[in-house]
């Protein structure tokens, strides 16, 4: 099963990509975990990407391509993945279902994951992440047992660069230009599948399960 999760930042797309790649078997790739794993690690491509991300831009289209193909194309992704991030823009897509294509393959779902802006500023004000095992936590909507530490691994949690409230405005607005038009170029695919994504988390995820089957 191939699925991509649609969705403006802070939708929730990996929130819900990490349990239902539990729940299916497949693995969970994003795009901006490479980067950000790139970043950490001082790599060529994450100082390019960087610049990109801390002005919440997205990277160009020929660094993120063919690091994602490269990617899809690992044995463990041979029973399918699901894709978190990718595509953000209509060319990424149109990439993605070319190469889908030379093997008679396409995606399967879509699912865009519905959040108005207005509850996306609030959600990125709270999130904050385990920069050592990569759980995630909203202060509001998810809090950690002990203030600022990590349940699974007790290291001391961070918020990400580009979740400052500038920078969140610039990534909304550029998801608006960019990536929502891939809703409707996965609706005349015949695959887009939309869920209310202001539900608790447990109820996006059952509103997914539904679709999935
Ligand atoms: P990326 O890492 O993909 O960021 P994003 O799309 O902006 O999305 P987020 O990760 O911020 O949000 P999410 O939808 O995963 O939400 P989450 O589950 O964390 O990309 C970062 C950057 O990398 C981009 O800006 C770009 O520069 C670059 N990039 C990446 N891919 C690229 C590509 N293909 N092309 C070009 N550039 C690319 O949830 C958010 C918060 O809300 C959390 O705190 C969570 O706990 C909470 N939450 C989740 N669900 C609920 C719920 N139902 N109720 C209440 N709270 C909830
Ligand atoms: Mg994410």
Do not use: W
Request: hydrophobic residues 35%; contains cysteine.
């Amino acid at each position: 099963m191939k699925i991509i999760m649609l969705g403006a930042p802070g939708a929730g797309k990996g929130t819900q990509a990490k349990v239902i790649s539990e729940k299916y078997g497949i693995p969970h790739i994003s795009t901006g975990d490479i980067f950000r794993a790139n970043i950490k690690n001082g790599t060529e491509l994450g100082k390019k990407a960087k610049a990109f991300m801390d002005e919440g831009k997205l990277v160009p289209d020929e660094l993120t391509v063919e690091l994602l193909l490269d990617r899809v194309g690992k044995s463990d992704c041979e029973g399918g993945y699901i894709l978190d991030g990718f595509p953000r823009t209509i060319p990424q897509a149109e990439v993605l279902t070319e190469a889908l294509a030379k093997t008679g393959d396409k995606v399967d779902f879509a699912i865009n994951v519905d959040v108005p802006d207005e509850h996306i500023v609030r959600r990125m004000k709270g999130r904050r992440n385990c920069p050592a095992c990569g759980a995630s936590y909203n202060l509001e909507f998810n809090p950690p047992k002990a203030e600022n530490t990590c349940d699974k691994c007790g290291a001391e949690l961070v918020m990400r660069d580009d979740d400052k409230p500038e920078t969140v405005a610039k990534r909304l607005e550029v998801y608006h230009e960019q990536t929502q038009p891939l809703i409707a170029y996965y609706e005349q695919q015949g695959v887009l599948r939309t869920v209310d994504g202001t539900l608790s988390m447990d109820g996006v995820f059952r509103a997914i399960q539904d679709i999935l089957g």
